[in-house]
């Protein structure tokens, strides 16, 4: 068949690579090519355990003093803030304890395998070079701050995640005595250049046979709320299905289709020490500031925050500022020779669960994004379930947690 993906991120681009396995004609388009967004600026962890919201319990309580401690990890454009508070309120009210559950459950699902599932997406290409096998830390600075976090790793244990808990003093030397308590959580990975990664699955794609388009989606064909094309800078495109995996740009597309999703751009920044003096073990989240240090091809990458804001402002200079205070505190000694800045957007529906699957009856279309901070640790699955829907075939997993018609409007 032939069939159109929308999005070149690692998501778009896994899809793109099982559907061609399966021997279909495939036509990748992207507005700028090849992990062009966040699938670049993340921190190239394989989060097999990100299986507990931001949305916990207490989240109401708590967020009006992160807003105004300038070390915390939660940001806001004040000028969005009028079109944020509709979504806001949806997303707050997941902050319970039942839907932590829910989404543990079905995130477990789609996470848990996910360093062989690179290694399968990646088998065979000039991408295998870049999937390492790493622990996973947690890093936090007093034993209380690590009894505070309790709720999640109850909830992680539970799920039947595998972690340690250690003397944070003697687990590695680059941090001195910044962390009294390190959680090492097992059966993770690391990739150890994100936008390399992706660029080199896309070019194992192209090599394929595959087509890659670089033009911008400005408008969909839907009759009867089925989509018979696209239309884009370039032209019309028609296919016999159309995946739509572009991340925090998919929210237009999705309501024109009818899968009334609330959806709002989460956007997370970076920052990258090239060549530093200081190179770290493992991947560390450092707790207090809810980002994650990651040690790179010739760089650390600080990456993380959260920032609600939309997609058109440009980047703030505050979530940069408590990056290098807390990179400072952590690791004082450590000099490169540049420190490099990004901003980029992640996908965030309202209850945090990607949508996965068809957006019509007759499966003429499907929605593969929403993934929001783990479209990484999650891609390669995606790209393969949605190649079995399409290929007939019934993916080993429930999707019901991921079907993009529980938001379509009746």
């Known amino acids: 068949m032939k069939i159109i993906v929308v999005g070149a991120g690692i998501v778009g681009v896994s ?32 989060a097999a355990g990100a299986i ?15 807003l105004i401690d ?31 559950d829910h989404y543990a459950a ?27 096998d790493d622990d996973y830390c947690f890093g936090y600075a007093t034993r209380a701050a690590f009894e505070a976090d309790a709720y999640g790793w109850a909830k992680r244990k539970a799920a ?21 308590t390190v959680v090492v ?47 884009t800078s370039t032209g019309e495109m028609r296919a016999d299905h159309i995946v739509f995996a ?34 770290l073990a493992t991947p560390m989240m450092v ?31 505050e979530p940069f500022e408590m990056l290098r205070r807390q990179v400072a505190k952590l690791l004082p000694d450590m000099t490169c020779d540049e420190v490099v800045e990004w901003m980029g957007h992640r996908p965030a529906p309202a209850d945090s669960l990607p949508l996965i699957g068809a957006n019509d009856a007759m499966g003429r279309s499907y929605s593969a994004f929403g993934h929001q901070h783990v479209g990484l640790t999650g891609g390669p699955k995606t790209g393969r379930i949605i190649a079995d829907l399409i290929g007939g075939r019934k993916p080993n997993i429930d999707l019901g947690a991921f079907d993009p018609m529980k938001h379509a409007t009746r």
Request: charged share 20%; net charge neutral.
């Open 106 to 132: 079905a995130m477990s699902s789609l996470l848990h395998d996910t360093v062989d599932q690179h290694r399968s997406l990646a088998q065979g290409t000039q991408a295998e070079r870049y999937i390492k």
């Open 246 to 279: 572009m991340g925090p740009w998919s929210k237009a597309i999705a309501h024109k289709l009818g899968v009334k999703v609330p959806f709002e751009s989460e956007r997370g920044y970076h920052l990258e020490f090239i060549n530093p003096t200081v190179m």
């Open 185 to 231: 959580c097992k059966n993770h990975g690391r990739i150890s250049d994100p936008g390399a990664y992706v660029a080199a699955l896309a070019d194992h794609f192209v090599s394929s046979g595959g087509q890659l388009r670089i033009c911008d989606v400005e408008d969909v064909d839907v009759r009867d709320r089925v989509i018979t094309g696209i239309q």
């Open 52 to 66: 507990i919201p931001v949305t916990t319990p207490g989240l109401l309580r708590r967020a009006p003093g992160m």
């Open 70 to 100: 300038r070390d915390a990890p939660l940001f806001l454009k004040w000028s969005y803030v009028p079109k944020l508070i509709p979504f806001l309120r949806r997303y707050l009210g997941f902050a319970n304890d039942a839907h932590v």
């Open 287 to 317: 707790a207090s500031g809810k980002f994650v240090l990651t040690p790179m091809d010739g760089r650390l990458r600080a990456a993380g925050v959260i920032e609600f804001g939309g997609l058109e402002k440009v980047p703030s200079r």
């Open 15 to 46: 899809c793109a690579i099982w559907l061609q396995r399966d021997g279909h004609e495939v036509t990748l388009v992207d507005r700028a090519g090849p992990a062009a967004g966040t699938s670049h600026g993340n921190a190239g962890v394989l």
């Open 160 to 180: 039947g995640d595998v972690f340690d808990v250690v003397d944070g003093t003697d687990h590695d030397p680059a941090f001195g005595a910044a962390f009294h």
